[in-house]
């Protein structure tokens, strides 16, 4: 059996998929792939989110499948992600704002730069995630770049903060059983 790479397009129309066209029941067709797409409208009785596509049936060439996939594991990778740092700012919180604790007055705001770090990893993993859905049934892929960067440096300064603290902390405790 001879298979190809998937990252090889059969015709020139597969490498722009811009040829989009639709049908009278809301059906899209990339380049011999059918979408169908069903609106907010035809899902609930009030009709208030009409246009929005809720769910996309997708005919499985190539890698279709495989590559939905992993962009909703890259969504829970994410959530996960967002989990971990809001719980991980409640504990900040909740231990380090101890009585008699030298972490006392940077407790608070070290867990609400836990949290709001939190919020931010989440919301770009829901947004990911639908760009790169819509992307990927356009047959392109962009790249983030910018916001994996603002989750790194906002993680590295929240634990460089907590490595500062804790070396205080202990050069206090040196100090004062000398």
């Known amino acids: 059996m001879n298979e190809r790479a998937p990252l090889l397009a059969d015709t020139q129309e597969d490498l722009n998929p811009g040829n989009v066209r639709y049908d009278s029941d809301n059906r899209e067709s990339h380049s011999g792939s059918v979408l169908y797409g069903k609106s ?3 899902n609930s009785d009030n009709g208030a989110s009409a246009g ?8 499985n060439r190539g890698t279709t499948a495989r590559d939905h996939l992993a962009s909703e594991r890259t969504f829970l990778a ?12 409640v504990v900040i919180g909740q231990l380090l704002d101890l009585p008699g604790s030298v972490f006392g007055s940077y407790a608070r705001p070290l ?10 990893v989440l919301l770009v993993g829901i947004h990911r995630y639908f760009t790169v859905q819509n ?44």
């Open 40 to 42: 907010c409208a035809e």
């Open 52 to 59: 929005l596509a809720v769910s996309l049936l997708l005919e």
């Open 78 to 89: 994410y959530l996960r992600t967002s989990l971990a740092l809001a719980a991980g700012g």
């Open 111 to 120: 867990a609400a730069s836990c949290i709001v770090l939190a919020l931010y």
């Open 135 to 178: 992307e990927l049934t356009k047959g392109v892929f962009t790249v983030a770049r910018f916001h994996i960067g603002v989750i790194a440096l906002g993680l590295a300064g929240i634990v460089s903060a907590i490595l500062v603290l804790l070396a205080r902390t202990q050069r206090e405790t040196i100090m004062l059983s000398s």
